[in-house]
């Protein structure tokens, strides 16, 4: 395989992705940082060369670049069990980090953001208007989590995904932004089992 550079901001869910991937398959990845908090990502020379939407992660593939968490993270682990060989459980893999993109990652991750990492007295009037609905929303999302897992041990079949990482990396810090885990039992057995995983490292590594 050619040479795996990320492009990435460490605290984010969507970098932290691509990494456990990464980690559960024992690929080398280096790891290239840039502060969004500083604008470090809409500089010139990064929407020329690295992402001209000026969005991390991005994964570079020897001289090519892959942005989108989902689309790096499929990269890295076509061929391998990460992804099904049944074809209804790879479509059912896709639904899962679909909806993580569409219904979990806009609220829950950005509570997130906006509480732990900009700060309450730091949000604009438009973002604290918003505030009440991402939670709903977020609680929504766990809700609906919940309920697939309690009688399951992983999203998709009985073995562990790109489904089960997708949803892994903003669940298991969803405290940050506000979210009590306890209120959701399944979930919590889930995060610890995939915690649990040979080849598993935390956000922070």
Not at 107 to 119: D, E, Q, S
Request: negative net charge.
């Amino acid at each position: 395989m050619e040479k795996l550079v990320l492009h990435e901001y460490a605290p984010s869910g969507n970098c932290y992705k691509i990494r456990l991937v990464a980690a559960h398959l024992g690929l080398p990845l280096e790891r290239r940082g840039y502060d969004i908090l500083k604008g470090e990502t809409r500089t010139p020379a990064f929407l020329r060369d690295v992402n001209g939407n000026g969005r991390i992660p991005v994964l570079q593939i020897g001289e090519r670049f892959l942005p989108e968490s989902g689309a790096a993270c499929f990269y890295l682990a076509e061929g391998s069990p990460l992804i099904p060989e049944d074809r209804f459980d790879r479509a059912d893999m896709l639904r899962w980090m679909a909806f993580e993109q569409y219904n979990h990652e806009p609220n829950v991750a950005t509570l997130r953001f906006w509480l732990a990492f900009i700060g309450a007295d730091g949000l604009s009037d438009a973002q604290k208007a918003a505030l009440p609905g991402k939670r709903v929303a977020g609680e929504a999302a766990l809700d609906l989590m919940d309920e697939h897992l309690r009688d399951r041990h992983y999203f998709v079949g009985e073995a562990f995904t790109l489904a089960d990482i997708a949803l892994f990396a903003y669940t298991h810090v969803a405290g940050e932004g506000g979210f009590d885990l306890a209120r959701w039992p399944a979930v919590q057995g889930w995060l610890d089992r995939v915690a649990g995983l040979p080849g598993h490292i935390a956000i922070d590594q």
